[in-house]
């Protein structure tokens, strides 16, 4: 593709439900970052794949949020049992270039 | 800890102005700056500054990285309500690939 995409566009859950975000990189790109941007604030890492290395999970701000990355391509950001201050955007960016984000609403 | 700061906030201008937006940073090991416009979701790679490249021009925008004074500046001559956008500072250190954003400034240019 051209681009970085990211679906869905918009998700609105419940509070305590499970949701899952994907990320299609740029093909052939190896780096593979995610960050969350809440209102207001700057964006904030969360978690960093290259390649096969382990991946950098230093950003993930609690044990309720997982991410993997399948054949090194795709990435699914999991959050677990969501609380209403997961509500943000979260970005997707391969190497330098962001996905259009997935903005998460937590009722 | 890490740390980048923009200023100002937000900044209204008029067409045809010309404006400066500043970021400087504390980082360790830094490596590189990058700055980024963001319009609705997704943030636009706009320059990225080095060591070895401290100043990139393009177009209307330019950008000079200072790295006695740990700072950055972005200007934008001849504004146009096009330019309306946050615009974003980042830093990351050597070893790492993680970027730490500052919370951007936000531009409205208006007719």
């Known amino acids: 593709g051209a681009g970085v995409s990211q679906s869905p566009s918009n998700k609105v859950t419940e509070k305590g439900k499970d949701v899952e975000l994907r990320c299609d990189p740029i093909?052939?790109?190896?780096?593979l970052y995610w960050y969350r941007q809440s209102l207001g604030q700057g964006l904030e890492f969360l978690i960093y794949f290259q390649g096969n290395s382990a991946p950098d999970k230093s950003g993930l701000p609690s044990d309720r949020f997982s991410a993997e990355r399948t054949g090194g391509s795709v990435s699914t950001l999991t959050i677990q049992r969501t609380q209403q201050e997961d509500s943000a955007v979260y970005l997707c960016?391969?190497?330098?270039?962001f996905g259009p984000g997935t903005r998460l609403t937590v009722l | 800890e890490d740390k980048v700061v923009q200023s100002p906030l937000s900044l209204v201008v008029h067409e045809g102005d010309t404006v400066t937006l500043n970021c400087s940073y504390e980082v360790t090991n830094f490596r590189s700056l990058l700055w980024y416009k963001q319009e609705k979701k997704a943030p636009t790679f706009l320059f990225m500054l080095?060591?070895?490249?401290i100043e990139k021009k393009s177009g209307r925008l330019s950008s000079i990285l200072d790295k006695k004074e740990l700072s950055s500046i972005l200007n934008i001559t001849a504004t146009q309500t096009g330019d309306s956008a946050i615009y974003l500072c980042a830093t990351n250190q050597g070893g790492s690939e993680k970027l730490v954003f500052g919370k951007g400034t936000k531009l409205t240019v208006n007719p």
């Open positions: 080095t060591s070895s490249g």
């Open positions: 093909s052939g790109h190896t780096a």
């Open positions: 960016a391969s190497s330098l270039s």
